[in-house]
């Protein structure tokens, strides 16, 4: 198995290859996806349904972190409002000189694509800084792109 996967990734490291293996392991899912329940019996939700898109904000983040939730939830929201899924921006703090009333050029409102650069430099800026909360934009701007109708390309 090891080896077929070498092949199939001939420039990744063989220590990159084989962690890339043990994520292919149905218990490594339990290991970094937090379960969702759903349901009058609240029947565990699968990981492949969970990493589908969603028009709703998550409430919790998609994997078992220690970072705030807040932090996750808010990194959504920041997703679905640059996706053009959320029509209004997301609670973040800004500097005092950008606002979503800026001047106009050629009919476009500067203010609020100031906004939302600032809320991808904010989303960036925590994804760095911290690992898992790197992890876990992924895994949402995964979520978001997955089975998405309104983006196809």
């Known amino acids: ?16 290859t084989s962690q890339i293996t043990g994520l292919q392991n149905p218990d490594s899912t339990k290991q970094y996806f937090a379960t969702r329940r759903t349901g009058l019996t609240r029947q565990k939700v699968p990981v492949n349904r969970i990493m589908e898109w969603q028009r709703s904000p998550i409430s919790a983040p998609i994997l078992v972190i220690s970072h705030p939730a807040k932090d996750a939830v808010t990194t959504f929201k920041i997703i679905q409002h640059v996706m053009g899924e959320r029509p209004r921006p997301v609670d973040i703090p800004r500097p005092s000189r950008i606002s979503s009333t ?29 690992k898992e909360m790197r992890d876990e934009v992924y895994c949402q701007l995964v979520k978001q792109m997955t089975k998405n109708k309104h983006h196809d390309q």
Do not use: C, F, Y
């Open 102 to 130: 800026g001047g106009k050029r050629d009919g476009e409102d500067l203010g609020d694509k100031m906004v939302i650069l600032e809320e991808i430099r904010w989303t960036l800026q925590l994804a760095v800084t911290h």
């Open 1 to 16: 198995m090891l080896s077929a996967n070498i092949r199939l990734h001939p420039l990744l490291p063989l220590n990159l």
